[in-house]
């Protein structure tokens, strides 16, 4: 059989299998392949799978309880327990596939293409299913496979950035990623509830699948930096350039090289001993996972997911309750909550790189305090002009709380690879020589979606059986636990940087 169709097509054969970085020992580099391989193109392709992932999880949430209603038909008396349950489902596969995702990215670690390409597969289907579905066994489905598709593209992604901009950048680059996907957040509540109202589930997923082919030809375009690499390192250099400005990795953190020269004495209380059981020498890193500074950024991003499925949950049945909105005025609520993340997010992610993640942290989960206690202001009221400024001051209460979301969102991420990051350079051949990011994402990942399988779930539970008010009382109460968690527990950037010029000092809790 030929490799190739015959004839005339031969070379068009040819320029398409060139386009694809798929011939590994082929000294042909694949057509564009430094536009490709630029660090700019690869971070706005995670950002636009982010994007994505978020946008049509966003898209169907003020969309759900007239969906359940007019089109399921479930009780009035079942909607909250079935969105909440719904959201839970997402979430618990996310939960299930990160991890997975993320021993398979390490594991393929020539190049994490594949996988981040089936994830966009689930997505496909899910959004199929949503479309059709009429029973809510169907709808659960779908929000599996949703889920399933965020769990894969939050790990890979955040592994692709860390090995692409570095250490030293995630913060300012996961903040602006989350300002842009914060549009995502912005946005799709607003024209999944435009959509509904104009042209009904048609126009709502039509919508989504567009923005799926988007992103498919995106991640099948990018080249990763180390794949990008082989190739520099197949084709000759011509003797006026400088490797260093082509390499692609020269200037990011790599698995085969440390990301910042320190002495042994700085992080000799990161060595971690032998390991002893099958299931710790297959995946060293769960030895990482006694470290009190890492379990306390894991949980900072539980916390985190937790307030998001929290608004998701109570939002949309708020605006429906208090003040008979429909799906569309129900979206537009989401609007303050994600302009001040949008706007300030890169802000606070640049303060994480300058400061370090535990001032950033103390200063978000404090802030969430007053700003969720005041939720509860807001009364019942169905008439005249007073409605109108319930409505006003409800707003502002939640673009309050989108600053706090602003000022945690890298602090997790950032904070977590920073640990990994000593304990690797520390026990490198432990690690068999490479860095495990995609295994730290998927559990980071997998405790994300963990927030928000238990954020909508217990936040609908304790607003039918505490009111809203009280409901918000009790999440102030866990970001104020959250902040003295930080306190007690998160490495001060300072002191580590005073511990590194004394060769040695005192830091994480380690293993």
């Not at 640049?350 to 202001?377: A, E, H, M, N, Y």
């Not at 909508?456 to 104020?480: Q, S, T």
Request: aromatic residues 10%.
């Amino acid at each position: 059989m030929p490799s190739h169709p015959p004839g005339r097509t031969s070379s068009a054969w040819t320029m398409l299998k060139n386009s694809l970085p798929l011939g590994r020992g082929d000294s042909n580099p694949p057509i564009g392949l430094k536009w490709r391989s630029n660090t700019f193109f690869i971070v706005c392709t995670v950002g636009i799978g982010a994007f994505t992932d978020l946008f049509l999880y966003g898209l169907i949430v003020p969309v759900l309880p007239f969906m359940l209603k007019d089109r399921v038909h479930v009780p009035d008396s079942e909607i909250q327990s079935t969105i909440s349950n719904l959201l839970a489902i997402f979430a618990a596969a996310s939960c299930l596939a990160s991890p997975v995702a993320g021993i398979l990215a390490d594991r393929l670690s020539s190049s994490r293409h594949l996988p981040f390409l089936l994830g966009l597969v689930f997505l496909l289907f899910s959004t199929i299913l949503l479309a059709v579905g009429t029973t809510v066994p169907v709808l659960a489905i779908a929000r599996f496979l949703q889920g399933a598709s965020g769990g894969t593209v939050w790990t890979i992604g955040l592994a692709l950035l860390i090995e692409t901009v570095g250490q030293e950048n995630l913060g300012k680059t996961v903040g602006s990623i989350f300002s842009f996907i914060s549009v995502a957040g912005l946005f799709s509540p607003i024209v999944g509830g435009l959509l509904y109202a104009k042209t009904g589930y048609a126009g709502v997923f039509g919508f989504g699948v567009a923005f799926i082919v988007i992103d498919f030809i995106m991640r099948l375009l990018m080249i990763e930096k180390k794949v990008a690499a082989k190739y520099q390192l197949l084709t000759p250099t011509p003797p006026d350039l400088d490797p260093d400005s082509e390499c692609p990795e020269s200037n990011s953190p790599t698995e085969s090289t440390p990301l910042l020269p320190q002495s042994s004495s700085d992080l000799s209380q990161y060595l971690l001993p032998e390991p002893k059981h099958r299931i710790t020498r297959m995946f060293p890193i769960l030895l990482v996972l006694r470290d009190t500074g890492l379990i306390t950024a894991l949980f900072i991003g539980f916390i985190q997911a937790f307030l998001l499925g929290a608004f998701d949950a109570t939002i949309p049945l708020v605006a429906e309750s208090r003040y008979g909105f429909d799906s569309l005025k129900a979206g537009l609520l989401f609007f303050p909550l994600g302009a001040s993340d949008f706007f300030l997010g890169p802000l606070f992610g640049w303060c994480v790189d300058r400061w370090g993640t535990k001032p950033i942290s103390i200063l978000g989960f404090t802030w969430f305090v007053p700003v969720l206690i005041l939720l509860r202001i807001p009364t019942e009221v169905t008439i005249g002009l007073e409605l109108g400024h319930q409505i006003a001051l409800y707003a502002s209460l939640l673009a309050l709380n989108g600053v706090g979301l602003a000022i945690i969102n890298s602090t997790s991420i950032v904070e977590t690879g920073t640990v990994l990051e000593k304990y690797w350079r520390t026990n490198t051949d432990l690690f068999g020589g490479q860095a495990p990011y995609a295994q730290l994402y998927g559990i980071n990942s997998m405790i994300w979606s963990l927030g928000l399988t238990v954020g909508p779930l217990m936040a609908g539970d304790l607003r039918e059986k505490i009111g809203y008010g009280n409901m918000n009382a009790v999440l102030a109460g866990i970001c104020g636990f959250t902040a003295i968690l930080t306190v007690l527990f998160v490495e001060d950037k300072g002191k580590a940087k005073r511990s590194n010029d004394d060769n040695g000092g005192n830091g994480q809790n380690g293993a």
